[in-house]
Nanobody, 117 residues
Framework: QVHLVESGGGLVQPGGSLRLSCAAS????????MGWYRQAPGKPRELVAI??????NYADSVKGRFTISGENAKNAVYLQMNSLKPEDTGVYYC????????????WGQGTQVTVSS
């Protein structure tokens, strides 16, 4: 089992920046991927950015504005969000992907990001 704790959400004006953090604990040895998803009101949860095996992947809507990074020593993943837009508003969830005989995903509790003037 993997436990995830997120921080860093909040209210920011359009064009502003936020940095999300996520720390993993528990069965971290099985983790092979860490990333961020988001869910806007009335919309399905979508991938924002993910790191798997050292490679990163971003949603087209955030390319050039968001940067995902990991820190192995702290079992942490970060999401630097710049040039934020109102359409970036939503609940952001940390996600890990674990391998082994029965692969599974783990989710954080979510952190609210609101981009509004």
């Amino acid at each position: 089992q993997v436990h995830l704790v997120e921080s860093g959400g909040g209210l920011v004006q359009p064009g502003g920046s936020l940095r999300l953090s996520c720390a993993a604990s528990g069965s971290i040895f099985s983790i092979y991927g860490m990333g961020w998803y988001r869910q806007a009101p009335g919309k399905p949860r979508e991938l924002v950015a993910i790191i798997i095996g050292g490679s990163t992947n971003y949603a087209d809507s955030v390319k050039g504005r968001f940067t995902i990074s990991g820190e192995n020593a702290k079992n942490a993943v970060y999401l630097q969000m710049n040039s934020l837009k109102p359409e970036d508003t939503g609940v952001y969830y940390c996600n890990t992907k674990s391998g082994g005989p029965v692969p599974f995903d783990s989710w954080g509790q979510g952190t609210q990001v609101t981009v509004s003037s």
